[in-house]
């Protein structure tokens, strides 16, 4: 029965519209935004007005890139900040999520989209490195994304 009622739930609230209504005045971050699914919805969220679109990236000058492209396609410039995060080490999460906490009152959403696939064998500060990126590091922002939101 939990099951059905949560198949329902989905079905009357979500997807929930991405438009100039829903994001108007609002704040994002989105892990891996450089390429990929992560660039386009970036694109997507400036188009639809978002007040701060941050790139969470590894590599900062593919960052700017995206940047760039997202400022050329949308004709919205400002919008986009790049960070840069290495989301295999706790250390680099922990400051840039400090520093989103500093520098955001609110942050309407986050989007989880860094990962990495390997085909060899090894670990980051213990664990399975793809085990530890793609699914445990994640915690840490999203935890961040919710004080935010809470507090404001």
């Known amino acids: 029965m939990v099951m059905i009622r949560l198949t329902a739930e989905q079905y009357r609230t979500l997807p929930i519209m991405v438009d100039e209504n829903t994001c108007f005045g609002k704040s994002y971050v989105i892990t891996g935004g450089n390429g990929g ?16 679109v941050v790139l969470a990236v590894r590599n900062l000058n593919s960052g700017e890139a995206a940047e760039s492209n997202i400022e050329k396609t949308t004709g919205r410039k400002g919008v986009v900040q790049v960070r840069y995060v290495d ?65 404001s």
């Open 87 to 151: 989301m295999s080490t706790h250390a680099s999460v922990q400051s840039f999520v400090k520093q989103l906490t500093v520098d955001f009152d609110r942050i309407d959403g986050f989007i989880c989209n860094a990962g990495i696939m390997i085909d060899e064998w090894s670990l980051s500060e213990g664990i399975e490195t793809s085990i530890f990126v793609n699914v445990i590091i994640a915690s840490p922002p999203l935890k961040a994304s919710y004080i935010c939101i809470k507090n």
């Open 37 to 52: 699914l992560a660039l386009e919805t970036a694109r997507h969220l400036v188009a639809a007005s978002a007040k701060c």
